[in-house]
């Protein structure tokens, strides 16, 4: 009968009447039990927030790394040749990701290509130039030893490779859109690494005038590959 009495008096209503509104409590009761059942449940706060700084923190560290070994070649490069022609350091900066960008360093003579617009990174007359040297160096590398139709294919058909066959049609429609000087003057400046003051004289030309020469050619070229 005591028991009984006890139960009665722990009773909780299951309906409240708010005015003409009736409020289901048992629903509420339960809505928040699932809700203290959850937050018993949530991962620790360093799984959740303190994660990310940590994996950023990995990430600078291997960066840090990797910077600190190409340091180290670079100083040795520099004690093995002292930098032959003139060369110099120079910072640039690459395009990791739309927000991200990672500042490296690179070997080059002033008056070169690198030097002129590799400072930047961003410089769309800069990628035109490596988009060239690029086509020029996969057009010409084919050997006796580089991979054919036959050996791809097993057949009895000899050519020349897939890869260079098709640099080959795309350099021969840059030529025919930017014409066989402006083709020729950037594989001077951009593949064979020739400086402004070289070119000026090999025709006979002076610096100032040759580096807005190549400026154009570049800008030609940047408009083929659409890059501009």
């Known amino acids: 009968m005591a028991d009984t009495e006890s139960n009665e008096k722990h009773r909780q209503p299951g309906i409240r009447v708010d005015g003409a509104k009736r409020v289901d409590m048992n629903k509420k009761r339960t809505m928040r039990a699932a809700a203290r059942k959850s937050r018993s449940e949530a991962p620790p706060i360093e799984d959740t927030r303190v994660s990310e700084i940590w994996a950023r923190g990995d ?52 008056g070169t290509f690198e030097w002129r617009y590799g400072r930047s990174g961003d410089s769309a007359l800069y990628h035109a130039g490596i988009r060239f040297a690029e086509l020029w160096e996969i057009a010409g590398t084919a050997s006796a030893s580089s991979p054919d139709m036959e050996s791809a294919g097993g057949g009895q058909w000899k050519g020349l ?22 083709t020729a003057r950037l594989v001077d400046y951009c593949v064979m690494g020739s400086t402004a003051s070289e070119m000026a004289r090999k025709y006979e030309t002076d610096e100032r005038g040759m580096a807005h020469v190549l400026y154009m050619d570049l800008r030609a070229c940047a408009e083929h590959c659409r890059f501009l």
């Open 161 to 182: 490779p897939n890869g260079r066959a098709m640099a080959m049609d795309k350099i021969r429609l840059l030529r025919a859109d930017i014409g066989k000087w402006s």
């Open 59 to 110: 990430i600078r560290a291997k960066v840090a790394k990797r910077k600190g070994i190409e340091a180290k070649e670079m100083a040795k490069a520099r004690e093995a040749d002292g930098y032959k022609d003139g060369a110099v350091l120079s910072d640039t900066k690459v395009r990791l990701t739309a927000t991200r960008h990672e500042t490296r360093s690179i070997r080059c003579r002033p």
